[in-house]
C-alpha cells in the first residue's frame, strides 16, 4: 500500500464505491484520536483482515464446504448442494469485499443521502425510480426456475459474514463510523448497474438539444447514426424543452462527483478447432470498464451437484457472469442495443400528477417515500411518480411537462447480468440459446464454444420492437403511436454458428448482417478495434497456420491504433507551418504504435484531443451535463480532416484544414513540452499514460493515500487500440480490461487471465494490489479448473462448518 508518485486532480471510481469525501472531511466517528500517519492505518487494516485459512462454524449451512484459494486467491468452492455453494459464494464475497457490497447496496437501494447529504437526495430518488415494482413471481423466474433460492442462500451467506465479524469490521467502516447493512433478497435484483450500460436515452437528450442550437439538417451531418439514420423530432415537441438537467438525478445517483461519462467497450473472439493448434475451439474475451480499487470483477470457481463454473461476475451478484462450466464457454461485448426511451408527457395544468392519455387525463402512480439524510433529524419525504411509460425522473412543471423513462431493465428479468444463474448452466448450442431467453440486461454479444467443436455468436438483448419510429430523440407520451410492439425473441437476434471463415469476433462495432431485417441500435462504436482484431484473426499465423493461447495474449495485448494511422496519412498531405515540421515528422515517421516507449505518443494524444475541440468547437455547443450523452466520434473527425470539403471548412477547405491541424499541433506540443521538456528523443508514452488505481478513501489526506493507494504502472494503448486503456484528459487510464479470460476447449486447464488490482478489496490484505504486476505488464496466471490442478496450485484451505445447534 504506496500513494501514487503520480498526481492528478481526479480521483476515478465505478458507481458501486459512490462514496463522498466530503462525509469524512465534515468529521465522522473515527478508531483514531487523532490524525493517523499511514503505518497505522496500515496497522489497523491488518489487524481485522478475513482468516482465509482454518474452520469456521457458520449458521446457515447445511453441509462441510471447502474453500481453497489458489496462489492467485480465486476461491475454488466445492459444497456438497446447491445452497451451501450459493451460501459461501455471498460468504467469501464478503470476506473479501464487504465494503464494495456494501457501497453497492446503497446505491442501488437509493440510500447514499444517509452518507453523502442533501446534495444527492435526488440521485436516492432516480435509484428509488427504478427499482422493481411489478409481481415478484415473474421476476424471479425470469432469471432461472431456482433464481429466488440462490439469490436467498447468497445473501445470507453475506449476513453470515457480516454476523462473524462483529466489531472487527474492515477499516473504511472503522473511519466512517458506521456499520455495514445487511441484505435482503431483493438488494440484488436492483437495477442502478444495468441503467448504467442503458446510455441511449442520453443520448436522446444530447441529440434533441443539438438540434435546438442548429437545427435539424446540421445535427444529422454532425452526429450521424449508425446504420445511417434521418432523425427528426416529433412535430409536438419544442427542442427548447429538453432540458440538460433531465439526467441530473442520474448522474448524481451513478457517480463520485469526479466521475467521468460511462463507456463500455470490450472485445472477444473465437476460431473454431480447424484453426487451433490443439484442435478444439480458442475463445478470448475482455471486457472493459472502469478501472477501479477494488475492482468491478471477481473471479470464482463453484462446484457442487450441478454446477461447475468458473471465471469473472460482480461481487454482489451470484454465479459467474463470463468464464466456462465443463462443457461451454462465453465471453461478451455490448452490443449497443437501444433499450430505453424518454416519453414527454403533458401535465394537468392544475395538477402536475396527471398526464394526458390520448384526449384524456389519467393520474400518475405517485409513492410516498422517505430518504434518511445525513446532517438532518427527520428524513427527506420524497414523491415519486409513474406514467404508463414509467418512472418520472424530470419534471417541469412551469411548461406543465414531465419526462418518463421507459428502459427494458424495469421488465421482469431486468436486473443485470444475473440471466448468468441460466446461462452457467448450459451444456451446449441448444441449451445455450434457452438461456439467453433469461438473458436482458445489458445488451451483450456473447461469443460462445463448446467441447463439441461448435462456435457462434449471438446478440442477446431485450430488445424493443418500434414500428415507424426510431427511438433516436424523445417522443410525445399521450398518442399510442410510440408504443413498443413487443420485444424480439431470441431467434431474431443477430447471431452466427460455426462459419465457414473459422473466426467471430467483436468490439461494439455494428454487428448488423447484410439484409438483417430488424432495427436494434443506430450507436455503436468506431470501428477500429474491431478492423485491428480482423486482420490478425482473419490469417492463421505463420508458420504453423494454426492459433495458440499465446497468439490470443497478443491479440489481446496489442496497442497498434488504425486511428493513429488514419491520423498521420492525413498528416502527410498537410502544409504545416516551418516550425511545426519536425513535431510533425516525429509522427509521421511513427508506425501508430502506442508503446509505453514510444516517443511520439505524447504529442499524438494530445493533438488527438486539441483536433477534436477544434473541429467540434464551432459545431456543437459543449454542455458539460450532456458529457454522458456525447455525440462526438473521433472516426468522424478523421474523415472529415481526410478529405475537407467546403461543406465542412468553407470555401478553401483545405487551406482550412491545414490551418486547424497546424494549431492543434501546435497546442498539442506546448502541453506535451510543459508535461515532459522540450528534448522530444526523452518523451515516453508511459510516463505520461499511466494507470493508478485509487481507494474511494484515498483523499482525506496524505497518510490514506499513502496506506490505501496503489503505485502508478504505465500503460500502452489508447481507447481506439485492441489493448483498450482509455484515458482521461490528464492521460491517465481510467477505463479498459481489468478481466480477460482465454481458454482452449482441449483442455480447460489450460485457461489465463488476467485481473487487477487484487481479488481482496481489504487494504492490509497481502492480495489488495498483488495482481497489478502482472496486469501492467500484460502477463497472465493459470485458471486452475480440475481438483487435481486447484489442489496443485492452491495456497489457503479454509473449512466452514455448520455450526452447531441446540
Not at 464494495?100 to 442501488?108: E, F, P, S, T, V
Not at 444495468?194 to 437528450?205: A, C, D, T
Request: charged fraction near 25%; hydrophobic fraction near 40%.
Amino acid at each position: 500500500m504506496k500513494r501514487s508518485n503520480v498526481d492528478f486532480r481526479w480521483m476515478f471510481v465505478s458507481f458501486h464505491l459512490v462514496v463522498a469525501v466530503q462525509l469524512l472531511l465534515a468529521g465522522v466517528r473515527s478508531i483514531f484520536a487523532a490524525e493517523p500517519t499511514a503505518d497505522e492505518l496500515c496497522q489497523q487494516a491488518r489487524r481485522v483482515l478475513a482468516p482465509l485459512d482454518g474452520e469456521l462454524r457458520i449458521p446457515g449451512l447445511l453441509a462441510p464446504v471447502e474453500v481453497l484459494r489458489d496462489r492467485w486467491v480465486v476461491a475454488h468452492i466445492y459444497a456438497e448442494n446447491q445452497h451451501d455453494l450459493f451460501f459461501t459464494q455471498g460468504f467469501v464475497a464478503a470476506q473479501d469485499r464487504l465494503f464494495q457490497l456494501d457501497m453497492w447496496r446503497r446505491a442501488g437501494r437509493g440510500e447514499n443521502a444517509e452518507l453523502l447529504g442533501p446534495e444527492v437526495i435526488e440521485g436516492d430518488r432516480f435509484a428509488r425510480l427504478l427499482l422493481y415494482r411489478g409481481p415478484m413471481e415473474p421476476e424471479w423466474r425470469s432469471y432461472a426456475a431456482d433464481a429466488k433460492e440462490i439469490v436467498t442462500a447468497y445473501v445470507a451467506g453475506i449476513n453470515a459474514q457480516i454476523d462473524s465479524l462483529g466489531d472487527k469490521l474492515p477499516i473504511e467502516f472503522q473511519i466512517m463510523g458506521i456499520r455495514p447493512r445487511k441484505w435482503q433478497p431483493e438488494d440484488v435484483l436492483t437495477r442502478m448497474s444495468g441503467i448504467i450500460m442503458s446510455g441511449n436515452w442520453q443520448r436522446e437528450v444530447a441529440r434533441a438539444r443539438l438540434i435546438a442550437a442548429v437545427g435539424v439538417e446540421q445535427a444529422r451531418r454532425l452526429a450521424p447514426t449508425d446504420p445511417p439514420r434521418e432523425f427528426s423530432l416529433a412535430a409536438e415537441i419544442d427542442p427548447a424543452t429538453i432540458s440538460p438537467d433531465l439526467a441530473k438525478g442520474y448522474v448524481l445517483a451513478s457517480r463520485a462527483p469526479t466521475f467521468r461519462p460511462p463507456v463500455s467497450e470490450s472485445n472477444n473472439w473465437v476460431v473454431d478447432g480447424s484453426w487451433s493448434a490443439s484442435g478444439k475451439p480458442l475463445l478470448a474475451g475482455d471486457p472493459h470498464r472502469t478501472i477501479a480499487l477494488p475492482s468491478l470483477r471477481y473471479l470464482v470457481h463453484l462446484h457442487a451437484p450441478g454446477w461447475n463454473v468458473i471465471g469473472s461476475g460482480e461481487p454482489a451478484l451470484p454465479g459467474v457472469a463470463i468464464g466456462h462450466n465443463e462443457r461451454i464457454a462465453w465471453a461478451f461485448t455490448i452490443i449497443g442495443t437501444d433499450q430505453a426511451d424518454l416519453y414527454v408527457e403533458e401535465t394537468h395544468p392544475d395538477d402536475p400528477r396527471r398526464y394526458r392519455v390520448g384526449d384524456d387525463w389519467q393520474p400518475m402512480r405517485v409513492i410516498e417515500d422517505s430518504i434518511r439524510v445525513r446532517g438532518q433529524a427527520e428524513p427527506t419525504k420524497v414523491e415519486l411518480r409513474f406514467t404508463r411509460h414509467g418512472p418520472v425522473i424530470y419534471q417541469d412543471e412551469t411548461r406543465r411537462l414531465a419526462f418518463a423513462l421507459r428502459w427494458t431493465g424495469l421488465e421482469p428479468g431486468g436486473a443485470a447480468y444475473l440471466g448468468s444463474l441460466s446461462v452457467g448452466r448450459a451444456q451446449n448450442r441448444t441449451q445455450f440459446l434457452q438461456a439467453l431467453e433469461a438473458w436482458k440486461i445489458p445488451g451483450l454479444n456473447f461469443m460462445y464454444a463448446d467441447v463439441d467443436g461448435e462456435t457462434g455468436w449471438v446478440a442477446a438483448a431485450l430488445t424493443p420492437i418500434r414500428r415507424g419510429w426510431d427511438g433516436l430523440l424523445p417522443v410525445p407520451g399521450a398518442s399510442g403511436k410510440y408504443s413498443w410492439n413487443g420485444f424480439l425473441r431470441v431467434r431474431d437476434y443477430p447471431q452466427e454458428f460455426n462459419p465457414p471463415k473459422h473466426w467471430l469476433a467483436t468490439a461494439n462495432h455494428n454487428i448488423l448482417p447484410p439484409g438483417y431485417p430488424h432495427e436494434i441500435a443506430y450507436e455503436f462504436e468506431s470501428p477500429f478495434r474491431y478492423n485491428r482484431i480482423r486482420s490478425q484473426l482473419a490469417t492463421p499465423p505463420a508458420p504453423s497456420g494454426k492459433f495458440t493461447i499465446a497468439d490470443f495474449q497478443r491479440i489481446q495485448q496489442d496497442h497498434t491504433s488504425l486511428a493513429a494511422q488514419g491520423l498521420i496519412e492525413m498528416l502527410r498531405t498537410v502544409a504545416v507551418p516551418a516550425e511545426l515540421q519536425q513535431s510533425a515528422k516525429l509522427l509521421t515517421d511513427w508506425n501508430g504504435e502506442l508503446s509505453i516507449s514510444s516517443p511520439a505518443g505524447p504529442l499524438y494524444s494530445y493533438w488527438v484531443q486539441e483536433l477534436e475541440a477544434a473541429f467540434y468547437a464551432a459545431r456543437i455547443p459543449h454542455d458539460p451535463r450532456l458529457d454522458r450523452g456525447a455525440l462526438r466520434r473521433l472516426a468522424f473527425v478523421i474523415e472529415r480532416l481526410s478529405a475537407p470539403d467546403e461543406t465542412w471548412f468553407g470555401p478553401q477547405p483545405v487551406a482550412a484544414r491545414d490551418r486547424l491541424v497546424g494549431e492543434a499541433l501546435a497546442k498539442a506540443l506546448a502541453r506535451t513540452r510543459q508535461r515532459l521538456g522540450d528534448d522530444a528523443s526523452t518523451w515516453r508514452w508511459g510516463d505520461v499514460h499511466t494507470s493508478t488505481q485509487r481507494h474511494p478513501l484515498s483523499r482525506l489526506g496524505p497518510a490514506y493515500a499513502e496506506a490505501f493507494d496503489l503505485l502508478a504502472v504505465p500503460r500502452p494503448g489508447d481507447s481506439t487500440t485492441p489493448n483498450n486503456t482509455r484515458a482521461n484528459e490528464q492521460l491517465e487510464q481510467i477505463h479498459g480490461a481489468s478481466y480477460r479470460h482465454i481458454f482452449d476447449l482441449a483442455d480447460w486447464d489450460r485457461g489465463v487471465v488476467t485481473s487487477t488490482p487484487g481479488q481482496s478489496g481489504q487494504p492490509g490484505s497481502p492480495h489488495y494490489g498483488d495482481l497489478l504486476p502482472l496486469w501492467a505488464k500484460g502477463e497472465y496466471f493459470p485458471l486452475a479448473y480440475s481438483r487435481a490442478k486447484v489442489d496443485e496450485v492452491q495456497a489457503h484451505r479454509l473449512k466452514l462448518s455448520p455450526a452447531q445447534t441446540r
